[in-house]
């Protein structure tokens, strides 16, 4: 499951990459549950087939008290998204979109222990994350577009098998090839499921990038 990624801070290679229309501050380079940074979606007006906004990382229902709900809903299982209480709404209504992210990261227990690890695409061009969006309305203030990265089963693939937890089941974000980002944002509800596959390991590259250690406390 991705818990951290980073964001694209370029906004022109975004642009260039994702053709969305882009007015958006750079977001922080690490991206965390909570974090705002840019999803891209099918555009509501005319002018551009997508369009881009902060969001959210962690999804909020409907029902969702407080934001912090979020740090639970980041990512979202494929197989149960349509049928989960906190992603069933997105999902029926169809509510996709793209997660940007130059490379997620995740954690490597080869050594007996976690270390991070930053997954990448092959090609060097950023990754396009097939997500579910929501807008949450909070008790005041305006209301908050929220998202999440849908994942799939990752048992047996070359690379990602390499991560998570001894004994854990793999998982791994679905990744779309720039020619799939507006079929996945346009097809029809009932397709969404066709989708959710795994990105060939031959595709990605991986590499150790650990967390950098921790300021001793002083006293």
Known sequence: MCSNYRAPTDMGRMQRH??????????PGETWPLDRAAVVRAA??????????????GLLPHW???PSF????????????ATKPSFRDAWRKGQRCVVPADWIYEPCWETGK?????????DGAPLAIAGLWSRWQPTQGEPVVTFTMLTVNADGHELMQRFHKPGDERRMVV????????????????MMAAWMRRCPAERLVAAADPLPPRPRATS
């Open 44 to 57: 509501d007006g005319p002018g551009t087939a997508r369009d881009a906004t902060l969001g959210q990382f």
């Open 114 to 122: 976690a270390v991070r690890w930053r997954i990448a695409r092959a």
């Open 64 to 66: 969702a008290k407080e």
């Open 18 to 27: 994702f053709a969305a229309a882009l007015d958006l501050p750079p977001p």
């Open 70 to 81: 979020g740090r639970s809903t980041y990512n979202a299982r494929s197989e149960t998204a």
């Open 175 to 190: 990744v779309l090839e720039g020619d799939e980002i507006d079929g996945w944002l346009t097809a029809p509800a009932a």
